[in-house]
Every structure is written in C-alpha cells, then in structure tokens.
C-alpha cells in the first residue's frame, strides 16, 4: 500500500536538500575567498600575503599559508603572544599555541586572518539563510 503522493514528497524534499547543499557549498566557497582577500588585504608582509590561498580540504574551505613565519606575524612571539593569543576564541588560541616556544620572542602580533575570518563569519550566516530561501 503506497500512499498518494508519499513519493512526491519524498522527491521533492531529496531535490531541495541537494540544492541547499549546492547553495551552501557556494556561500562557503565564496565566504572564503573574502576571507582570503580581506586578509591579504590587512597583511603588512607581502611575503605573506603572497602565500596565503585558499583550498578546499576534507569537505572545507580553508584560508592557510605553508609559511611558518605568518603564525609568528599573526599571532606574535613572547610577550606579544601571551597577551594576544587568550583573547582569541578556543581553537584560535589552540592553533597560536602550537607555534609559541619559549617566551622570549621578540616579534609583535600583527593579526590579519582572524580578523578577515571575524568579519566575514559574522554575517555568513544571513547570508546563507538569505541565499537558502532565495532558491
């Protein structure tokens, strides 16, 4: 016994759960590469800001750079880091803790990709509710 209209329903609803999915796969994407271009943008170091690129890794967009010295200038060594780094959120702190080595660094925190990350989260989640219910 089927009822009326049960596969319908169903189509319906695996057809819009693929098209939130592609929606949202393109709001992420896009979110980075602001991400991305804000944090080029705020970088002091065009060394650094010439490395820092965008990839899409296990299912995500991530804003990174192989260069070691671009966690010292984001997050600073010694005294800069240890007053800098606690106001970060959890897995920022995390992540700056994983380059800080003895203390006794000399090098001021200029942060670029935690803020260009900041402002651009802050408003992904409108812009995907907005672009969710535009399809």
């Given at each position: 016994?089927?009822?009326?209209?049960?596969?319908?329903?169903?189509?319906?609803?695996?057809?819009?759960?693929?098209?939130?999915?592609?929606?949202?796969?393109?709001?992420?994407?896009?979110?980075?590469?602001?991400?991305?271009?804000?944090?080029?943008?705020?970088?002091?170091?065009?060394?650094?800001?010439?490395?820092?690129?965008?990839?899409?890794?296990?299912?995500?967009?991530q804003?990174?750079?192989?260069?070691?010295?671009?966690?010292?200038?984001?997050?600073?060594?010694?005294?800069f880091?240890?007053?800098?780094?606690?106001?970060?959120?959890?897995?920022?702190?995390?992540?700056?803790?994983?380059?800080?080595?003895?203390?006794?660094?000399?090098?001021?925190?200029?942060?670029?990709?935690?803020?260009?990350?900041?402002?651009?989260?802050?408003?992904?989640?409108?812009?995907?509710?907005?672009?969710i219910?535009?399809?």
């Open positions: 016994m089927k009822l009326q209209g049960f596969d319908t329903a169903i189509a319906a609803l695996k057809k819009r759960q693929q098209t939130i999915k592609r929606v949202t796969d393109q709001v992420m994407q896009e979110s980075a590469q602001e991400v991305l271009v804000r944090a080029k943008s705020k970088c002091r170091f065009t060394e650094i800001a010439s490395e820092l690129t965008l990839q899409y890794i296990d299912g995500a967009w804003v990174s750079t192989q260069t070691p010295e671009s966690a010292y200038v984001e997050f600073g060594t010694g005294l880091a240890k007053r800098y780094v606690p106001s970060l959120p959890g897995s920022w702190q995390e992540m700056a803790w994983d380059f800080y080595i003895n203390g006794k660094g000399r090098t001021p925190d200029y942060p670029y990709l935690y803020p260009a990350f900041r402002e651009v989260t802050a408003h992904v989640m409108d812009t995907l509710a907005e672009a219910e535009n399809t």
